[in-house]
């Protein structure tokens, strides 16, 4: 009995002090919050800039070609077939080439392969929530370099010791561009490590992919979410010359992509025709949206990503547009963050789901207006 007794209250200890089995620094940071997915079809979805258009049809074949008695081996661990047909379609080499489950993986790798405890990790500010997550994962020192009003780099930007630097180009949340010039600008006068996330670079004019044969130390991350419909496949790849790319291959998990990702990247990748016109009419409703929204009375800002980010009177007047918007089944983007507490985010939709958000969105103005009045 009395080895049952202080056995019960050995357990009962253990139970009580279970956070500090996690790192300090785990335990005080926030994780990443991804944007509301409901589980209905019922809603108008805005907020997390998916392609409103469906995928390639090589893509839903060459996923049936694959559906086999293979699904019980593993996947080639270094996505050899994703890799040449990337280097094919962007002109590059394969061993220039890293694949993973989207960008946010690589993200990972990138972080767990450059930075060390207390080492300097630089990026503006507003821009992807998941570069925080990631530096304070690694417990690095954090230079949070506020962007400048019109979203341009400030010379700041330019931190002595920074093992990396992030870039998000376009921006997200505000869908501005960086020049390209810029960049590379930044990338020669830099040590450490500088990261372009061209997550909505096909929705650009411009992209920093010729940057890697001149500058080392430069890494280019795209994905297949967001302009080849591909959200649901989770694949993207880095581009850096080839001996980052062969430090970078130590770090990953060992079958970091399966299978399946692999055989619809190739096919949509193949695919470029379709690519193109889906690009086209998210670029044209766009422009659409950003005139008809500036119709409405909101600042949009200057956006060549496949959404937009339009700032409100206030805080108050964003929150309750973005409340009264879920309550008639439409989703946009509200982060409660300094510079963007007074901003919604909308991602660009079919032409039909355009049209009833800018309908309804001209109705709620009404209402904010009669219960302000």
């Given at each position: 009995?009395?080895?049952?007794?202080?056995?019960?209250?050995?357990?009962?200890?253990?139970?009580?002090?279970?956070?500090?089995?996690?790192?300090?620094?785990?335990?005080?940071?926030?994780?990443?919050?991804?944007?509301?997915?409901?589980?209905?079809?019922?809603?108008?979805?805005?907020?997390?800039?998916?392609?409103?258009?469906?995928?390639?049809?090589?893509?839903?074949?060459?996923?049936?070609?694959?559906?086999?008695?293979?699904?019980?081996?593993?996947?080639?661990?270094?996505?050899?077939?994703?890799?040449?047909?990337?280097?094919?379609?962007?002109?590059?080499?394969?061993?220039?080439?890293?694949?993973?489950?989207?960008?946010?993986?690589?993200?990972?790798?990138?972080?767990?392969?450059?930075?060390?405890?207390?080492?300097?990790?630089?990026?503006?500010?507003?821009?992807?929530?998941?570069?925080?997550?990631?530096?304070?994962?690694?417990?690095?020192?954090?230079?949070?370099?506020?962007?400048?009003?019109?979203?341009?780099?400030?010379?700041?930007?330019?931190?002595?010791?920074?093992?990396?630097?992030?870039?998000?180009?376009?921006?997200?949340?505000?869908?501005?561009?960086?020049?390209?010039?810029?960049?590379?600008?930044?990338?020669?006068?830099?040590?450490?490590?500088?990261?372009?996330?061209?997550?909505?670079?096909?929705?650009?004019?411009?992209?920093?992919?010729?940057?890697?044969?001149?500058?080392?130390?430069?890494?280019?991350?795209?994905?297949?979410?967001?302009?080849?419909?591909?959200?649901?496949?989770?694949?993207?790849?880095?581009?850096?010359?080839?001996?980052?790319?062969?430090?970078?291959?130590?770090?990953?998990?060992?079958?970091?992509?399966?299978?399946?990702?692999?055989?619809?990247?190739?096919?949509?990748?193949?695919?470029?025709?379709?690519?193109?016109?889906?690009?086209?009419?998210?670029?044209?409703?766009?422009?659409?949206?950003?005139?008809?929204?500036?119709?409405?009375?909101?600042?949009?800002?200057?956006?060549?990503?496949?959404?937009?980010?339009?700032?409100?009177e206030d805080s108050y007047e964003a929150k309750e547009i973005y409340r009264e918007l879920k309550e008639r089944k439409i989703l946009v983007r509200h982060i409660d963050q300094p510079r963007l507490d007074d901003c919604l985010r909308i991602t660009i939709g079919t032409d039909k789901e355009i049209e009833t958000l800018l309908e309804q969105l001209a109705e709620v103005q009404l209402v904010l207006l009669n219960q302000n009045s």
């Amino acid at each position: 009995m009395l080895y049952v007794s202080i056995c019960r209250k050995h357990i009962k200890m253990k139970t009580k002090k279970h956070s500090s089995y996690f790192r300090k620094n785990i335990d005080n940071m926030t994780g990443y919050i991804p944007g509301e997915q409901p589980q209905d079809s019922l809603y108008i979805k805005l907020n997390t800039n998916e392609n409103p258009y469906a995928p390639s049809p090589k893509v839903l074949a060459a996923l049936k070609d694959e559906i086999d008695e293979r699904l019980r081996l593993y996947p080639d661990p270094v996505s050899t077939g994703a890799r040449e047909k990337v280097a094919e379609i962007f002109k590059t080499k394969p061993e220039r080439v890293m694949v993973g489950n989207g960008s946010d993986d690589l993200l990972t790798i990138i972080t767990r392969s450059f930075v060390s405890k207390d080492d300097k990790v630089v990026y503006p500010y507003p821009t992807y929530l998941l570069y925080k997550v990631l530096s304070d994962i690694q417990n690095a020192k954090e230079c949070v370099i506020d962007f400048r009003e019109d979203y341009s780099l400030p010379e700041e930007i330019l931190v002595n010791g920074a093992a990396v630097t992030f870039m998000c180009n376009p921006n997200s949340p505000s869908g501005t561009m960086i020049p390209v010039a810029k960049i590379s600008e930044i990338a020669g006068k830099i040590d450490g490590i500088i990261v372009v996330d061209e997550a909505y670079a096909d929705f650009a004019e411009d992209n920093c992919l010729r940057l890697v044969d001149k500058h080392p130390n430069l890494i280019v991350l795209r994905t297949l979410s967001k302009s080849y419909s591909l959200a649901g496949m989770r694949l993207g790849f880095a581009v850096a010359q080839k001996e980052l790319i062969n430090g970078m291959m130590k770090v990953k998990d060992s079958y970091n992509v399966d299978r399946l990702s692999m055989a619809s990247a190739v096919a949509a990748l193949d695919d470029q025709e379709t690519f193109r016109q889906n690009v086209s009419r998210i670029i044209k409703t766009r422009e659409y949206l950003t005139n008809s929204l500036k119709k409405l009375g909101f600042f949009v800002y200057p956006s060549q990503a496949n959404f937009v980010m339009i700032k409100c009177e206030d805080s108050y007047e964003a929150k309750e547009i973005y409340r009264e918007l879920k309550e008639r089944k439409i989703l946009v983007r509200h982060i409660d963050q300094p510079r963007l507490d007074d901003c919604l985010r909308i991602t660009i939709g079919t032409d039909k789901e355009i049209e009833t958000l800018l309908e309804q969105l001209a109705e709620v103005q009404l209402v904010l207006l009669n219960q302000n009045s």
